[in-house]
């Protein structure tokens, strides 16, 4: 293991037969991304991803950080993604689960203080306990290989030292934390001298600042320009991902540069509290013990379940009739579930979800398809973004967000027309600023960072402000334009 004593020196990576590949694990989703200098300093865009991860019928541009072990935690034959779930699935119909190991957001443990090489981390399924560093190990390894393996099959003749490597790093862990995180990275075989780290809220808005330019008119309210305007502004990053909402205050300096002023981070407010509303809603239409039922005895099938509403519900669109309805295919042990908890009290599903439900009247249950009105899954919706509202303008009330100029929004949530648009009906009294694929901001841009400018090692922000539940978080000055 590396000492986490060295600071971190600038990237030099504008050789034209180099290639810079950026890794992103994320809480909830990873992915990677790649440029190939001689392509970038030629077309700035050309920043390219893996090939589609796939889970049944669906491709996203990340795949699900999870991590499945052989029995008492044998590293050997490790899956890993969407991959380590459906086995997962599949050992469990077999009925031959039992011993395995499965991890999942495992990046959310480093939050935690005093979290060291030492720290210990419980599976999910079987509460066996593995070193946190040894899974996070497991997954850098796992995606620096894809990585590799990806930039060799478009680039034959690229060797491993013709790669660079940047590592983006969440701001709220402690600069400690964040060197730890590096010496992994250097242990699952990236070399030092060609890996740095960079701030995911840097990346972001280096990302965002490639679609607009700030320029601050009399009154103080920001306006798209296609120049940056030497006048002092800040502008409100919002990073909705799948577990938090973390949002920083950048503020855009004379010099061309923008400082980080100040950050929180705010769990429970993610695309994962959706999940939850509607794993709620379920329960209130066929009954708790249901569903509690459905995740202890067919954790595969209440996962499938999980992971279609998880795709599914990124098709709701605010235009939408509120009457039209959505349709959503239940696991088949539910109702054999029901019908031996219920035998003595409903004939049907329908039956309880007419003398019980709230929602009988928006909700149709046809024996293996359950019609659910739009204007339902807006309500769960709804209830998160009222949550991120009353977040942010708390955060809005401190001295740091005075003279807020504009408002971005990225992170795998902002993908969600449904939440663009309610981010933006909660808030008609600013310019908010949604860039393509929102969800690829940190990957995207750490790769444009590192290729522009120089990455600076983090700094404390002078005169934090801590919240109950939220972290102040450390900042740095870096060059976007």
């Known amino acids: 293991m590396f000492r986490s004593d060295t600071i971190i020196q600038p990237l030099s990576v504008k050789e034209d037969s180099s290639v810079l590949v950026t890794l992103d694990i994320g809480d909830t989703y990873s992915g990677f991304a790649y440029t190939y200098t001689k392509e970038y300093l030629e077309d700035e865009w050309t920043i390219h991803?893996?090939?589609p991860w796939v889970r049944e019928k669906h491709m996203t541009h990340k795949t699900c950080t999870t991590l499945l072990l052989e029995p008492h935690g044998e590293m050997k034959g490790a899956k890993y993604g969407y991959e380590a779930e459906t086995d997962f699935a599949g050992k469990f119909l077999d009925g031959c689960h039992a011993e395995y190991l499965l991890f999942r957001n495992v990046k959310q443990e480093f939050y935690k203080d005093g979290v060291n090489f030492d720290a210990m981390i419980t599976d999910v399924n079987s509460g066996q306990e593995k070193p946190l560093c040894d899974i996070l190990l497991a997954l850098l390894t796992f995606f620096r290989e894809k990585a590799l393996e990806r930039v060799r099959k478009r680039f034959d003749a690229i060797t491993e030292n013709d790669i660079f490597w940047?590592?983006?790093?969440?701001?709220?862990?402690?600069?400690?934390?964040?060197?730890?995180?590096?010496?992994?990275?250097?242990?699952?075989?990236?070399?030092?001298?060609?890996?740095?780290?960079?701030?995911?809220?840097?990346?972001?808005?280096?990302?965002?600042?490639?679609f607009i330019r700030i320029k601050v008119s009399p009154d103080g309210r920001a306006k798209i320009s296609n120049k940056i305007s030497h006048f002092d502004a800040r502008v409100m990053l919002l990073d909705l991902s799948g577990d938090a909402a973390t949002l920083s205050v950048h503020r855009v300096s004379g010099d061309k540069t923008f400082k980080m002023?100040?950050?929180?981070?705010?769990?429970?407010k993610g695309s994962s509290q959706v999940n939850d509303q509607f794993l709620l809603f379920l329960s209130n239409l066929i009954g708790e013990d249901i569903i509690r039922t459905l995740k202890k005895d067919y954790?595969?099938?209440?996962?499938?379940?999980?992971?279609?509403?998880?795709?599914r519900k990124r098709e709701i669109k605010p235009g939408t009739s509120g009457t039209e309805l959505f349709s959503f295919k239940l696991p088949y042990q539910i109702e054999e579930t029901f019908k031996e908890q219920y035998k003595t009290e409903y004939v049907t599903i329908t039956q309880r979800?007419?003398?019980?439900?709230?929602?009988?009247?928006?909700v149709r249950y046809d024996g293996s398809r359950l019609h659910v009105e739009i204007s339902v899954l807006k309500d769960l919706f709804n209830i998160v973004l009222d949550k991120i509202e009353v977040y942010i303008r708390n955060v809005l009330q401190m001295a740091p967000c005075a003279r807020i100029a504009s408002f971005m929004l990225v992170g795998g949530f902002s993908e969600s027309k449904l939440v663009q648009a309610g981010i933006k009906k909660r808030f008609p009294e600013m310019e908010v600023i949604i860039p393509e694929t929102p969800e690829l901001a940190v990957m995207k841009g750490s790769v444009m960072l590192a290729m522009n400018h120089e990455i600076r090692p983090p700094t404390p922000v002078s005169g934090s402000y801590q919240k109950e539940k939220e972290q102040t978080i450390i900042s740095s000055v870096c060059t976007v334009l």
């Open 49 to 51: 991803m893996n090939d």
């Open 166 to 210: 940047v590592l983006s790093v969440p701001s709220a862990w402690k600069q400690e934390t964040s060197l730890l995180y590096r010496d992994l990275a250097i242990e699952s075989g990236i070399p030092f001298r060609r890996l740095r780290l960079v701030t995911e809220p840097e990346a972001c808005l280096a990302y965002v600042m490639q």
């Open 261 to 268: 002023v100040f950050q929180t981070r705010s769990h429970k």
């Open 299 to 311: 954790i595969d099938d209440y996962m499938a379940m999980c992971d279609e509403f998880e795709m």
């Open 353 to 362: 979800i007419k003398e019980k439900s709230v929602y009988r009247d928006r």
